[in-house]
């Protein structure tokens, strides 16, 4: 059997060793686990592999609209009622987990922190962390069920977002409710020799291997098996920087569920056709995602006879997956495939001093948990309303869009509409934040109104 030391000269990265006599016992063996943990094969593979020039103007003109669950549709596949009674029911029968994904740190927000501990809660100030703790405790509240949380972090993000949860007391989750586990990484290469580079004399430049590397952190940390065991069949998925998202959505799991869906994608009515979102479309049978930097400005414009939108479906990250998927694509492989980005990288010389550069120098491999969607036989489309599903926080204040103001704005503005749609009168001056606690949703709301004879006084409803 050939050694990991073998490995690394057959394959060409000899230089990977050049400061081994170096080094002390830690250090050899920080550097000997990473080595150990790359597959050469697959690196020399990507690599040699010459990339397929895509024809983004002739896939394009093949989009069609995907089918989907339309709002406000007059003859729906699948009731409303139906689809929440369904999701409902899963969730109660503890058929549900929620994954949570939070590798990235705040950096275009200007805040050098795990993102979901960056602080959004318009009035109490919660972490964005806290806002999806507190919305999947509102769902084990509402239907009496123990949901177990998983949060996938990155290597820049995990020791602090662990540390964090310790410090808060797992923001109110229960022993077993909670578990994080790290996503992998892919090694950084030359682009010109597609030797691997390293940033220290002990260190290889590593870099995660995107929100798709999910699939196979499940699988090779146990948590597919895991949560099979304890019962669950699907998986509710959603990004840490949306604090409007619901957890365990009902009606999103239920259209899942009625649809026998092996993957299904939240998506929103586009604002405008070049609009900067994933372009969710049907491509030859099979969902597709084109990101709106590949999708050609005729094709994003194109119109309707009516004048709405061909492509009007914008991808928010919110899903719902089977087990059993995730379990085959994991084994799969021909699965997810790697994407390649071209990016300046600072690397150890031959004379052991690192080199910093402005230009692209290096190769990095990232995986797209929304490949996944041409990979499934069965796949469901179901619009939201913008309003109530999507808020994100990206951008520090002063963009356009995607700002903490702009986030805030929005979940005062879902809160307010629930409070006047129970009758209750609010001033345009108040902001009003209502923790999932208190009332999951509007509906909830109204109950509570219609048993109180007045309201707290505090516009956060506790």
Not at 113 to 134: C, Q, T
Not at 172 to 184: A, D, H, R, S, T
Not at 194 to 205: E, R, W, Y
């Amino acid at each position: 059997m050939r050694t990991w030391v073998q490995s690394v000269h057959d394959f060409g990265h000899a230089h990977l060793l050049k400061f081994w006599n170096e080094l002390g016992p830690e250090e050899r063996n920080h550097l000997a686990g990473q080595i150990q943990s790359i597959d050469f094969q697959e690196l020399a593979d990507l690599f040699a592999g010459v990339e397929k020039a895509i024809d983004w103007t002739e896939l394009s003109n093949k989009a069609i609209a995907p089918a989907a669950i339309r709002l406000n549709d007059p003859n729906p596949k699948y009731s409303m009622d139906d689809a929440r009674e369904c999701g409902e029911k899963a969730i109660r029968d503890g058929k549900i987990g929620m994954i949570l994904v939070a590798g990235g740190q705040g950096t275009r927000l200007g805040f050098d922190l795990p993102k979901g501990m960056f602080r959004i809660g318009p009035v109490s100030n919660r972490s964005l962390f806290a806002m999806h703790a507190d919305s999947l405790r509102g769902a084990m509240r509402r239907y009496s069920v123990s949901i177990p949380l998983y949060v996938m972090t990155s290597p820049a993000t995990d020791l602090q977002t662990r540390e964090y949860f310790s410090q808060h007391q797992s923001l109110g989750l229960n022993k077993g409710e909670l578990i994080v586990f790290c996503q992998g990484t892919m090694p950084a290469i030359d682009a010109s020799t597609g030797k691997v580079l390293m940033d220290s004399s002990s260190n290889i430049a590593l870099s995660p291997d995107g929100h798709g590397g999910i699939v196979s952190a499940l699988d090779r940390q146990g948590i597919l098996k895991s949560a099979s065991d304890r019962g669950i069949e699907h998986f509710f998925y959603a990004q840490v920087d949306n604090p409007l998202v619901r957890a365990c959505d009902p009606l999103l799991i239920g259209y899942h569920l009625l649809s026998k869906s092996q993957l299904t994608t939240q998506v929103v009515k586009k604002r405008f056709g070049r609009e900067k979102v994933g372009n969710v479309v049907s491509l030859d049978g099979r969902t597709h995602i084109i990101e709106y930097s590949d999708l050609p400005d005729e094709a994003a414009d194109r119109t309707n006879a009516d004048g709405e939108l061909s492509l009007w479906a914008g991808n928010i990250a919110v899903h719902a997956m089977e087990l059993n998927f995730l379990a085959a694509s994991a084994k799969n492989a021909d699965g997810l495939p790697f994407h390649r980005a071209r990016k300046a990288v600072p690397f150890l010389n031959d004379e052991g001093i690192v080199e910093k550069t402005s230009s692209p120098n290096a190769i990095k491999f990232e995986r797209f948990v929304f490949d996944l969607l041409p990979l499934a036989d069965r796949t469901m489309v179901v619009e939201g309303d913008a309003a109530d599903v999507f808020a994100p926080v990206k951008n520090a204040e002063g963009a356009l869009t995607d700002t903490p103001t702009t986030s805030q704005n929005a979940v005062v503005a879902q809160h307010k509409r629930w409070l006047e749609q129970s009758g209750v009168s609010v001033s345009p001056s108040v902001k009003v934040e209502i923790n999932p606690h208190w009332a999951l949703d509007a509906e909830e709301v109204r109950m509570k109104i219609q048993r109180s004879s007045s309201i707290l006084v505090d516009t956060y409803f506790a």
